[in-house]
T-cell receptor, first 110, second 116 residues
Framework: TQLLEQSPQFLSIQEGENLTVYCNSSSVFSSLQWYRQEPGEGPVLLVTVVTGGEVKKLKRLTFQFGDARKDSSLHITAAQTGDTGLYLC??????????FGGGTRVLVKP | DAGVIQSPRHEVTEMGQEVTLRCKPI?????LFWYRQTMMRGLELLIYFNNNVPIDDSGMPEDRFSAKMPNASFSTLKIQPSEPRDSAVYFC??????????????FGDGTRLSIL
């Protein structure tokens, strides 16, 4: 069974601060995705990374895939209250079956 | 464009009753996934279909759970008999086809199920 561990589980910061969320595994993934989920809604895909060492930027969000394709990080610069939500990483070893991490709940206070 | 549509949004029923959750995937999507989300276990894949055929049901908890996809535009997840430990939010997702590297999964807003 492939497991993805996210840390921290919960993060509370002030608007304007930076934050980093980590996603780690002992398994190698062919691709890794990051989702954001808001209360009462389903997860929404933010990004997919497929190449070891890959870095992708989405406005103030920076995603990195580890060189060995076992870990990933999400960094948010100058967080805004709209960034509040549950951030989920999900890995795929083959095909279209995803394994999700436990999630990091981010609260950005005004 | 219509996204993945799930019904009902909320379901409260007594243990022992049959529960049926419904999902309409995005038109043209060939893969459909059922997930369960709880605080303790997070988001877990229960079963997924490609072209209406079940491919992997290893995540289905036990025989009380069953899923069908009679056509490309409709799927059901049934629990019979239901138990309090089945209480969770159940999500349906669909993707165009193929590998997740190329085709993202689009999630519905979920069904919040409470078994009393």
């Amino acid at each position: 069974t492939q497991l993805l561990e996210q840390s921290p589980q919960f993060l509370s910061i002030q608007e304007g601060e930076n934050l980093t969320v980590y996603c780690n595994s002992s398994s190698v993934f062919s691709s890794l995705q990051w989702y954001r989920q808001e209360p009462g809604e389903g997860p929404v895909l933010l990004v997919t990374v497929v190449t070891g060492g890959e870095v992708k930027k989405l406005k103030r969000l920076t995603f990195q895939f580890g060189d060995a394709r076992k870990d990933s990080s999400l960094h948010i610069t100058a967080a805004q209250t709209g960034d509040t939500g549950l951030y989920l990483c999900a890995g795929s070893a083959a095909g279209n079956k995803l394994t999700f991490g436990g999630g990091t709940r981010v609260l950005v206070k005004p | 464009d219509a996204g993945v549509i799930q019904s009902p949004r909320h379901e409260v029923t007594e243990m022992g009753q049959e529960v049926t959750l419904r999902c309409k995937p995005i038109s043209g999507h060939n893969s459909l996934f059922w997930y369960r989300q709880t605080m303790m276990r997070g988001l877990e894949l229960l079963i997924y279909f490609n072209n209406n055929v079940p491919i992997d049901d290893s995540g289905m908890p036990e025989d009380r759970f069953s899923a069908k996809m009679p056509n490309a535009s409709f799927s059901t997840l049934k629990i019979q008999p239901s138990e309090p430990r089945d209480s969770a939010v159940y999500f349906c997702a669909s993707s165009l086809t193929g590998s997740v590297s190329n085709q993202p999964q689009h999630f519905g807003d979920g069904t919040r199920l409470s078994i009393l």
